[in-house]
């Protein structure tokens, strides 16, 4: 073979098709359009935490030491030199393997904004609200704890139905007092002095506490009648202490001031209490230590034998038979 046969032949050669573009504008069109496309669709929360997931759980698969940066590092290099082998953490044992975990410690997520330790002082405090439910379930009887409701609500009825029987009563009396006193004239106390102008003036001033003697009220309705009393003379020495703080230091003579001087200054011409209020009355505690349904029977038989009235039927009988009413206690009239 000659030298001319080894030159090529360009007459038989054959060229090789070029190799195609990497992408073509066409191509690259239609990509973008997809990656337009896929950023516009919104993910949802679930999707990002699964993706989330799945990339952390790949990291943490993926060995330091298996990537390609890890051959060409200069500290590993010295490491290997002085023994380190990958693969096994710890005191090596008698096979040659690591003592320590292979796998790293699991990631756990913090999703709320509570500080160190928050978990731990919320499991505490569930754990003693717990324990201290337990305690009191053990104490309190089901059948006790019903039993006492019962009785509170029974009181309270009691209580309810002494006040009412309490008021009656002494509307009641008053009523027949007036009776009495007009009825006898020899009964009503002097007249005063003053004009009828200011009798017409006192009868038209509001009627207020009474300043006889606390002794003298029936014990069955005393004690309605002084914690009256007693709210009042609060409500007072609030009320004039009120008034000195806004009022201006001036002078007072109190000679000179009428009725009327008196009233628009804030001071209650009628206004009196009883004058043994701050006295012991053993009679009244002596009856406030009965119980409440004895209380309110006593109040019973005062309002039929006295006033021909019965609390149950709410009206006053004729006569002291009073036919017509059932009984005496609320039994009878259910």
Not at 143 to 171: D, P
Request: charge should be negative.
């Amino acid at each position: 073979m000659s030298a001319d046969d080894d030159e090529d032949d360009y007459m038989n050669m054959t060229f090789q098709d070029a190799p195609p573009t990497t992408e073509t504008s066409v191509q690259r069109a239609e990509r973008l359009k997809r990656e337009s496309r896929a950023r516009g669709i919104i993910k949802s929360k679930a999707q990002l935490a699964q993706e989330e997931a799945a990339a952390r759980e790949k990291a943490l698969a993926t060995s330091l030491l298996e990537d390609a940066r890890a051959k060409k590092s200069k500290g590993l290099a010295m490491m290997a030199k002085m023994g380190f082998k990958g693969g096994g953490l710890g005191k090596k044992t008698e096979d040659g393997q690591g003592s320590g975990k292979a796998e790293p410690i699991k990631i756990s997520i913090k999703d709320d904004r509570g500080g160190i330790g928050m978990e731990s002082e919320k499991k505490r405090k569930l754990q003693e609200a717990a324990e201290e439910r337990e305690i009191k379930s053990v104490k309190i009887d089901p059948l006790e704890y019903r039993e006492r409701m019962r009785e509170e609500r029974e009181n309270a009825r009691l209580e309810a139905q002494l006040r009412a029987a309490q008021r009656t009563a002494e509307r009641l009396d008053e009523e027949k007092t007036s009776t009495e006193l007009s009825q006898n004239p020899l009964l009503l106390p002097p007249p005063s002095a003053s004009s009828g102008e200011e009798a017409s003036k006192s009868k038209s001033k509001p009627k207020t506490t009474s300043s006889r003697p606390l002794k003298s009220v029936p014990v069955i309705y005393r004690g309605l009648v002084r914690h009256r009393e007693e709210k009042e003379l609060e409500r007072r020495k609030k009320h004039e202490l009120e008034q000195s703080l806004s009022r201006l230091p001036t002078y007072e003579n109190s000679e000179e001031e009428d009725d009327d001087d008196k009233m628009a200054l804030g001071k209650d011409v009628n206004f009196s209490i009883a004058e043994d209020l701050d006295e012991e009355d053993e009679e009244l505690e002596e009856f406030n230590a009965l119980d409440l349904g004895t209380r309110l029977a006593r109040l019973v038989m005062y309002l039929r034998e006295r006033h021909r009235y019965c609390f149950w039927c709410k009206m006053a009988y004729p006569d002291a038979e009073m036919d017509g009413c059932p009984g005496i206690t609320e039994e009878d009239h259910d």
